[in-house]
């Protein structure tokens, strides 16, 4: 299948601070990636799709100006948490969808924030 | 929007045997069904799709079977082993530019 890689796959922040996460295609162009948020024993909750060139589209519920989203090429989506709590911990992942393969998933990165 | 119901939530069952895990989904537009297994502390891993053309796909252990009709797909293991023992969880989307809309996932548990 694809490879989608995720990095870092673990971060532990002090509270009030960002940290960006990357997310790349590696033997693909994804012009669209989508970032995910998992709590424990949970399933995955669609954040935002992010649109190469263009603005994010966020679900309900999800800040924009918390959670920004930037998709500057073809193979690299980042997701920064702005001014991160403690509740913002979390995992979150992030796919791409391939042209007709299917749609694959980064290893994930758990954001600890204290 | 879709909204996808998983069954059962936690299975166990015996090395050997098979696992069936079943999902239904609300929105007659979506078009394709993944199914993932995820590992703790990792992200989930594509086993198999399948696209509503076709009502069953097959690889190796794993099959996948699909009824437009009735809005449900399942996942079929035979033969399990320990190493299948994971979080699975099912999709669905449509044809554009959407995210996936998962289940809540399944704990399949393989007993030695």
């Known amino acids: 299948g694809a490879v989608v890689s995720q990095h870092p796959s673990w971060v532990i922040c002090k509270s009030g601070t960002s940290v960006k996460i990357e997310c790349r295609s590696l033997?693909?162009?994804?012009?669209?990636m989508f970032w995910y948020r998992q709590f424990p024993k949970q399933s995955l909750m669609l954040m935002a799709t992010?649109?190469?060139?263009?603005?994010?589209?966020?679900e309900q519920g999800v800040e924009k100006d918390k959670f920004l989203i930037n998709h500057a090429s073809l193979t690299l989506s980042t997701l920064t948490v702005t001014s991160a709590h403690p509740e913002d911990s979390s995992f979150y992942i992030c796919?791409?969808?391939?042209?007709?393969?299917?749609?694959?998933f980064g290893q994930g990165t758990r954001l600890t924030v204290v | 929007g879709e909204n996808v119901e998983q069954h059962p939530s936690t299975l166990s069952v015996q090395e050997g045997d098979s696992a069936v895990i079943k999902c239904t989904y609300s929105?007659?537009?979506?078009?394709?069904f993944p199914w993932y297994k995820q590992e703790l502390g990792k992200g989930p891993q594509l086993i198999i799709d399948?696209?509503?053309?076709?009502g069953e796909k097959k690889d190796q252990r794993i099959a996948v079977t699909l009824n437009k009709t009735a809005k449900h797909f399942s996942l079929h293991i035979t033969e399990t082993q320990p190493e299948d023992s994971a979080v699975y969880f099912c999709?669905?989307?449509?044809?554009?530019?959407?995210?996936?809309?998962f289940g809540k996932g399944t704990h399949l548990i393989i007993q030695p």
């Open positions: 999709a669905a989307a449509g044809g554009g530019a959407d995210g996936l809309t």
């Open positions: 399948i696209r509503s053309n076709v």
């Open positions: 796919s791409a969808r391939t042209g007709g393969r299917g749609t694959f």
């Open positions: 033997d693909f162009q994804a012009t669209t």
């Open positions: 992010s649109n190469e060139g263009s603005k994010a589209t966020y």
């Open positions: 929105d007659s537009a979506s078009n394709y």
